[in-house]
């Protein structure tokens, strides 16, 4: 008797540590999957739809493409230390003033042309617009309407206005292709990056991708002894 227990201890122990390793595996791969970066947006398409908002807002697509190039490099993962998200480095609070959701790739986009003509209405200059977009419209004013006297906006200021002329004599090849529609059938995919901990996002319009959840089959056999 006490040999058939000690095996029937040993068979459920086996079977316990089984089933937790399986556990464990599945919660690890779990992780993994809620942790992995968005595959992200393709640079060009990136380009192609700030180009069709800069062109139906009425916007210069070269200062579109300059802005979203010096805020993030065209990476709608890209976010600051202030909080700013996204291509056009939008704080979410301007974002939804606009009505709109900064983590949505093309909400985005959207919002930080739509913010930059903003300041371009209200200022009536390209240098004070990217001077407002990056330092905000109070400190243009403070300052007697001039680009305020800080490091970081001037350089921002200068690096546009360089890139823009430079576009000039060198157009992004993207800007042509969406004037001809070559790019007319193509419609970004809804990238979302990852609002923070506690922070409410409109949902309206983001897309979540569900993985499919298959359940876990655990098979006990039953042993039958004689004794």
Do not use: W
Not at 3 to 10: K, Q
Not at 67 to 96: C, D, K, N
Not at 102 to 130: C, H, Q, T
């Amino acid at each position: 008797m006490s040999v058939v227990r000690e095996f029937l201890r040993i068979s459920i122990y086996n079977t316990e540590d089984y089933i937790l390793k399986k556990l464990l595996l599945l919660t690890f791969t779990l992780a993994c999957l809620l942790n992995a970066p968005a595959q992200a947006t393709d640079v060009n398409t990136v380009k192609a739809t700030i180009v069709k908002h800069a062109i139906a807002m009425g916007v210069d697509p070269a200062i579109a493409l300059s802005i979203a190039r010096t805020e993030s490099g065209f990476r709608h993962e890209a976010r600051s230390s202030h909080g700013a998200v996204g291509v056009f480095q939008l704080m979410p609070s301007t974002a939804r003033r606009m009505g709109l959701n900064p983590y949505l790739l093309n909400d985005n986009i959207k919002g930080g042309i739509m913010y930059y003509k903003r300041m371009y209405n209200m200022f009536g200059s390209v240098e004070l617009a990217l001077a407002a977009y990056n330092a905000g419209p109070g400190n243009v004013k403070k300052y007697n309407n001039a680009v305020p006297p800080f490091a970081e906006t001037r350089h921002f200021v200068t690096k546009i206005m360089s890139d823009v002329n430079r576009q000039k004599s060198a157009p992004d090849p993207v800007v042509a292709k969406v004037k001809q529609g070559a790019y007319s059938a193509q419609a970004p995919k809804p990238a979302v990056i990852k609002a923070p901990a506690g922070q409410v996002v409109n949902t309206k319009e983001l897309q979540v991708e569900v993985l499919e959840e298959k359940p876990i089959e655990l098979k006990l056999e039953t042993l039958t002894v004689a004794i």
